[in-house]
């Protein structure tokens, strides 16, 4: 089987992270391609892929509407004739040509998504049970979402023998809190002794929730 999945940019976020995951297995089970339309790259992200994976880059300026670019996107479709086009973006559709349809999915991976696409893909996978409430909440053309919730590989996780007795939970990704819930594990751990919260990731909720951490002194 041939999966060709498609991003618009691969640059350091939750989604390409995944995708890189994602890639690395799958060339166990199937034939895997990777396909970037823009020009935006993180090529030390592109280097974390295995050298099983195909990767192909259209390089396309963002948002630029070509004739060129789209016609180069379908003879790549045409000429893979992939099984399963896995777009990562829900508005990259209109790019591909409608014989591609029947092929076509599409994965959500965060709330408050444009959702005028998404009833031309044949399937749609969203990363979370909220995800999935927003699109069904604000659309009457989709009837159901499949939820395939972000996993991590164990083997990678590396167990570290604590040097005191504090408990440590590390939460990374974006700091904004109204998606994130970053707020929501610090007033969980106010009463709680002997617990320490690390953030890895940066964000608009940057400046708050260092206020915060103070008003609840916490550090």
């Known amino acids: 089987m041939k999966v ?13 992270n995944m995708l890189i995951d994602i890639l690395n297995e799958q060339v166990n089970y199937c034939k895997p391609y990777l396909l970037v339309i823009n020009n935006i790259v993180d090529y030390s992200l592109l280097n974390k892929i295995s050298p099983l994976v ?3 880059l259209i390089k396309r300026k963002p948002g ?10 379908n003879s790549i479709l045409f000429k893979i004739n992939p099984d399963v086009v896995h777009c990562h973006n829900n508005n ?19 709330t408050g998504t444009n ?3 998404l009833r031309l893909y044949k399937a749609v996978f969203v990363i979370s049970q ?9 659309s009457n053309r989709i009837n159901d979402c499949i939820v395939i919730s972000n996993g991590i590989k164990a083997s990678k996780l590396n167990k570290i023998k604590k040097a005191n007795s504090n408990f440590t939970i590390v939460q990374i990704g974006r700091l904004v809190h109204e998606k ?32 915060l951490t103070k008003d609840l002194k916490l550090c």
């Open 92 to 110: 990259i559709i209109p790019l591909i040509f409608p014989l591609y349809y029947r092929k076509t999915v599409v994965t959500v991976h965060d």
């Open 130 to 138: 909220s995800v999935k409430l927003d699109i069904l909440k604000r």
């Open 180 to 211: 994130k819930g970053n707020d929501i594990l610090l007033y969980a751990i106010k009463d709680l002794p002997n617990v320490v919260v690390d953030f890895i990731g940066n964000g608009l909720s940057f400046d708050y929730l260092r206020q």
């Open 54 to 56: 195909n990767v192909i």
């Open 4 to 16: 060709l999945h498609v991003i618009f940019s691969f640059t350091s976020g939750g989604s390409e």
């Open 64 to 73: 630029a509407i070509s004739l060129h670019s789209f016609i180069k996107f």
């Open 115 to 117: 959702i005028f696409f």
